[in-house]
């Protein structure tokens, strides 16, 4: 694999210092990643403060650049995809889709109008609100999806006149870095400026006196350092948090048409999705065959390594998060969960789980109340609806949710009940860029994509041109009067 170098004011930026990136498939350091030192963060900082300059002035040309950015990254897709494997775990399909998602999120935005309202226009003054940039932004990403991350924030940012210092996940950097290189010759310099190094590099962002704004996504523990960080310079925040969505199924629901679409939401990513399903709620009645449904789906699709042809599940992407799903999963069995389907570690190299369906738990247990983040599903049943949508929300958790049933609006009735930013009917994880995406309580501050995203990078201001006789209006005239 190639020599991976951080961008800062458009040009590589050589490291002394690197750390290594392991594949998750074998558990081995197979690349090595620049540490950022602080010298080179301020520098990164300094070099996007001076290229906000020119940037925020002509917006046509942010758009052309926005888009030719897409162009770069869709003709990228091979190049980058393999490098998404290896360092994440996913299927180099699931690799490509994210890279041309990414390309996707900065073509939307490339074409978004900017926020701008005429809110006044009579007599007496013609008064708008714009967006205006609000300067530098540091960005900070985890390690699930490194890059579509990555773009939602750096398109509505870049569109908004905002320039960045974005910094992935050290489990995920590669991908990041390679795309800052070869946007070099499309972002003018110091607009885009990547840098890579372990958490304390985030903490030093969170901490730097240059960026007016933090767009942060990552773990709620996190993010509440972000929020703590950020507060003595009063930096604006977006943090975009973890989840614990509950599916509720109702009792006119087919169970093998659900039990198909709950898998894929509760799977995708082998379960690393901050909105993915990360508990079913199902009526006795249907409790059985919903999670035998499950369970056929977990014991027959194809987990391994992400080159590998056919596969559809990678291993976890890390030993930390793997510890965690292995934790959870056996402290379910001792407080009485059933293994309806996988339930351990896979006996090979790499940080393997099998797609693990648990039956006869309830809420009180660790891996129902808690975010696991991995391939463990918690099915739990219940008799009374009312109750169901109660344990839904009884969490300090409001990403997302989803109902589902045959009865459709039945079913909306019930999912506008939940606590939460997205509640989906009869899908879930259909996310999009023109939606906006956010949580509720723990699960976050702010939305992402959309026109709401968009206006989180900027300050709203009013521009406000009085038509009165000699500027005066009617709050001054009186004291001349
Ligand atoms: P994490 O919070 O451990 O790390 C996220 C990023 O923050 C990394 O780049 C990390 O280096 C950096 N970081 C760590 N400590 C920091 C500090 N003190 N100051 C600033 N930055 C710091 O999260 P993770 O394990 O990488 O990601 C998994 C979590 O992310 C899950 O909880 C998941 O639900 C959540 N997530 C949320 C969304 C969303 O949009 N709501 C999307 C994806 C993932």
Redesign the pocket.
Known sequence: MSEFVMTIAGESAPTEGTFGVRNPATGEVFARAPECTRQQLDAAFDAAAKAARDWKTDEAARRAVLLRAAEVLMASVGELSPILTAEQGKPLEDAGIEVFASAIWSQYFANLEMPRQVIQDDDTAYVEVVGRPLGVVAA??????PLT?AFWKIAPALLAGNTLVL????FTPLTTLKVGELLRDVFPPGVVNIVSG??EL??W??SHPVPRKISF??????GK??AL?AAPDLKRVTL????NDPAIVLDDADPATVAAAIFAGAFNNNGQV?SAIKRVYVPESLYDDVVEGLASHARSIKVGEGTEEGVKLGPINNEPQFERVKELVADALAHGATVVAGGKAMDRAGYFFEPTVLAGLSDGTRIVDE?Q?GPALPVVSYRDLGDAIERANATHFG?SGSVWGADAERAAQVAGQLECGTAWVNTHLALAPHQP?G?CKW??IGLENGPWGLSEFTEHQVVHRSKGPNGLNANTARLLS
């Open positions: 900070i990403t985890p390690w699930n999806f991350l910094k992935p996940s050290p372990g958490d985030g903490a962002m969170t996504t990552g773990s709620v523990e996190t350092k972000v960080a975009e948090l973890g989840g901050c975010e983040f990403l995406f949580g699960s976050g």
